[in-house]
């Protein structure tokens, strides 16, 4: 499965930006999806999870109320719509499939190369 993520920028504070990430070369049983970032000296951090259905989703604390998952299987692609930004929300967007619906880096097999959000002041 390859991942292909999207729609990183530069933003001011209070705005909104929406990630996309594509998947192709899978089989035909879509995969649960996560969101991570990772800012510049931290550690990878869970940002949101979305079952394969989309009937389930779940977001760190950090984003909740600001940020929403969704995906559209028929374009095997989900996306992570974020508004309100904070300066702090400045990381590296990874998507991530798996075949667990799971807020732990590790439990996903396959991952995007990542797109940069940058939130200015």
């Known amino acids: 499965v390859q991942l292909q993520a999207s729609g990183g920028g530069l933003v001011q504070a209070g705005g909104s930006l929406r990630l996309s990430c594509a998947a192709s070369?899978?089989?035909?049983?879509?995969?649960?999806m996560g969101w991570f970032r990772q800012a510049p000296g931290k550690e990878r951090e869970f940002v949101a999870r979305i079952t394969w259905t989309g009937g389930i989703a779940g977001y760190a604390d950090s984003v909740k109320g600001r940020f929403t998952i969704s995906r559209n299987n028929a374009k095997s692609t989900v996306y992570l719509q974020m508004n309100s930004l904070k300066t702090e929300d400045t990381a590296v967007y990874y998507c991530?499939?798996?075949?667990?619906?799971?807020?732990?880096?590790?439990?996903?097999?396959?991952w995007g190369q990542g797109t940069q959000v940058t939130v200015s002041s």
């Open positions: 991530a499939a798996g075949g667990y619906y799971s807020s732990v880096a590790e439990e996903y097999e396959y």
């Open positions: 070369g899978g089989t035909n049983s879509p995969y649960n």
